[in-house]
C-alpha cells in the first residue's frame, strides 16, 4: 500500500508540472501576443502619420520582358530628376536650374498640388523616354491612392498601407514595379545608393516623434522593446 501512495504521489507530481509549464506557456504566449499587437497598433498609427507627411512613387512596368523592365528603369531615372527639380523649386515653378542649386523644398501640401498640376509634364517626360527607347506603348501619370506592402528603403523601414502616390503606368502596367519616396527628398536607385542621405533622415526625424522614428529606422529594435516596455508603448499609443 505504501509502494503504491508514493507512485501516485509521483504521478500526481509529474502531471502538476506539465499543467505548470503548459499554463505558463500560455501566459507568455497570451503576453506576447498582446504586446505584438499593441506594437502593430504603434506601427499603424505611425503608418498613418507619415501618409499624411510624405508624397510617394510608383512605377507600373508594361511587363516582365527584360526590355520592358529595362525600360522603366530609365523611366524611373527621368522622373527622378524632373520630381527633383519640380519640388526643389521654392514655388517659382522653374524646373531648368540644376537640382543642386535648388532652395529649400517646398512643403507637402505644396508638392502634392505641383504633382497634380504637372501630371501633362510628367507624362510628356515619359512618353520621351519611351519614344527615345523605340517602345510601340505610351505612358499614363496619375497621382492616386496606393496601397504599398512594407519597403526598405535602405535600413529605413516604411510600414505597409495606403499613401498618396504619383503614378506612372507603361502601356498595359502589368510588369514589376518600382516603389520609392518622392517627397522628402528620399528617392534614390538601387544600382546609385544603399541607404537614404543625411537630409533625408533629417527630413524624417523632423516629421516624426522619437518612438515612430525608431519604429521606421530600427524596427526590429522597435518590436524588440514593446515586448519588454509594454507600459510605455501603451503611453505612447494613449498620447496619440
Not at 517646398?106 to 523616354?129: C, G, I, M, W
Amino acid at each position: 500500500m505504501r509502494y503504491i501512495n508514493i507512485k501516485t504521489y509521483r504521478i500526481q507530481k509529474a502531471v502538476c508540472v506539465i499543467l505548470s509549464v503548459c499554463a505558463a506557456c500560455l501566459l507568455f504566449y497570451v503576453l506576447c501576443d498582446c504586446e505584438e499587437i499593441r506594437a502593430q497598433r504603434a506601427i499603424d498609427k505611425t503608418q498613418e502619420k507619415l501618409a499624411k507627411e510624405v508624397l510617394r512613387f510608383h512605377v507600373l512596368a508594361n511587363s516582365d520582358s527584360n526590355e520592358d523592365q529595362k525600360v522603366k528603369r530609365q523611366v524611373r531615372d527621368a522622373v527622378l530628376v524632373y520630381g527633383s527639380r519640380l519640388l526643389k523649386s521654392d514655388r517659382n515653378k522653374d524646373t531648368s536650374a540644376d537640382a543642386d542649386s535648388m532652395e529649400q523644398e517646398v512643403s507637402r501640401a505644396e508638392a502634392e498640388r505641383l504633382v497634380r498640376e504637372y501630371l501633362p509634364e510628367f507624362e510628356q517626360e515619359v512618353n520621351r523616354v519611351l519614344k527615345k527607347a523605340g517602345v510601340n506603348y505610351r505612358a499614363k501619370a496619375v497621382l492616386t491612392d496606393v496601397y504599398f506592402p512594407e519597403k526598405y528603403y535602405g535600413n529605413i523601414c516604411f510600414p505597409k498601407g495606403w499613401y498618396r502616390a504619383l503614378e506612372i503606368r507603361l502601356g498595359k502596367a502589368t510588369g514589376h514595379n518600382w516603389w520609392c519616396v518622392l517627397y522628402p527628398s528620399m528617392c534614390f536607385t538601387e544600382a546609385v545608393c544603399v541607404t537614404p542621405d543625411e537630409k533625408g533622415r533629417e527630413n524624417l526625424r523632423e516629421m516624426l516623434d522619437a518612438d515612430a522614428y525608431e519604429l521606421v529606422t530600427k524596427p526590429e529594435k522597435f518590436r524588440l522593446k514593446s515586448y519588454f516596455f509594454g507600459e510605455k508603448l501603451n503611453r505612447w499609443l494613449a498620447d496619440r
